[in-house]
């Protein structure tokens, strides 16, 4: 009898874009958090908060067709003082708009390649975001959620 092999699962491109954007995060002083809800029911794929509050919402594409058929990158904006896409070296970047940040990652880290515009919060609903923020850390970190 012939030994089975197992076929090696593809590797999760987005999986690999979050840790690469939560490392570069780390390094730039931010606290990050991956798969955040909020409360307008979207769910952010990293959001991080800096050592002054700053706000900063990074979206994830892992490919054309997840840019392409993304309808809802722009309800983030409300939340966040900074908002960027965050994708991989063989991803085209020109089908990104020019207005927003970019990251370029991998599983290893990231770099910024282009600044995001940075559009205050207003005070309320920074601290709105800050608190869920913390929560969402403090509820993850005594396993209390999901």
């Known amino acids: 009898m012939e030994p089975r092999l197992h076929p090696i699962p593809p590797p999760d491109r987005a999986g690999e874009i979050r840790r690469g954007v939560c490392r570069l995060l780390v390094d730039h002083g931010l606290a990050p958090l991956a798969e955040v809800k909020l ?7 990293v959001m ?17 067709t997840d840019f392409l058929t993304d309808v809802k ?21 020109a089908i990104l708009p020019e207005a927003e940040g970019l ?8 770099e ?30 005594h396993g209390l959620v999901e």
């Not at 409360?39 to 794929?45: E, F, K, S, T, Y």
């Not at 991080?48 to 054309?64: D, F, L, T, Y």
């Not at 722009?74 to 970047?93: H, I, K, N, S």
């Open 103 to 110: 990251i370029l990652a991998d599983r290893f880290g990231g």
């Open 73 to 93: 990158w722009e309800e983030y904006l409300g939340y966040a003082d900074r908002f960027l896409f965050a994708v991989d070296l063989d991803f085209p970047r």
């Open 48 to 64: 991080a908060i800096g050592r002054n509050g700053q706000v900063w919402i990074v979206e994830i594409k892992s490919c054309r």
């Open 39 to 45: 409360p307008n029911g979207r769910r952010a794929d």
């Open 112 to 141: 910024i390649a282009r600044e995001p515009a940075v559009r205050p919060l207003p005070p309320a609903r920074r601290k709105a975001v800050t608190l869920l923020h913390a929560r969402t850390a403090a509820f993850r970190l």
